[in-house]
């Protein structure tokens, strides 16, 4: 997979990863199926992603999955990025990961420490004027998923 970067009038930079990044290696291991997270749709489509949770309880907590882009207009693509509310206070974005592929690209995002409760954002991204459309959030909390099946 091909890595791209797309930076535009100081609001963000998207980065493609072709596998796991160097921190995320440290990460827990995805044991919880959230499902999909789908943004809404417009009209050329929506972006959809398959989501996958580590323990709450892990020191790095990670987000997973395969991202979609279900958009038919060339250029429009798939995006997912997660907001990390931390145990400790405060909280933290993970580097947005984007996918213009409508047969899936992988993506993981990792903590900087323990959470309680992750957003997990997924939005249709035009490249072309760099901007997000049809957002969705997911919010999930330690407490929704304490006693899911492993």
């Known amino acids: ?7 535009g009038a100081g609001l963000f930079a998207l ?16 044991v919880h199926h959230w499902g999909p997270v789908q943004s809404t749709a417009g009209h050329g489509g929506y972006a959809k992603a398959d989501v996958w949770l580590s323990d709450f309880d892990s020191e ?4 997973s999955g395969t991202l979609y882009d279900r958009d038919r207009h060339s250029g429009h693509c798939g995006y997912v990025r997660a907001r990390f509310h931390y ?3 405060g909280t933290g974005w993970a580097q947005g990961r984007y996918t213009c592929s409508s047969r899936g690209g992988t993506f993981r995002l ?14 249709v991204l035009n490249r072309k004027r760099n901007t997000l459309h049809n957002c969705h959030t997911d919010v999930i909390k330690a407490s929704t998923v304490a006693n899911w099946p492993q």
């Open 110 to 123: 990792s903590s900087d420490g323990e959470v309680d409760r992750v957003d997990v954002r997924v939005c």
């Open 1 to 7: 997979m091909k890595k791209r970067t797309v930076i």
């Open 60 to 63: 790095r907590f990670t987000v």
């Open 87 to 89: 145990v400790s206070g």
């Open 15 to 30: 980065v493609l990863a072709g596998g796991s990044a160097g921190t995320a290696n440290a990460a827990a291991a995805p």
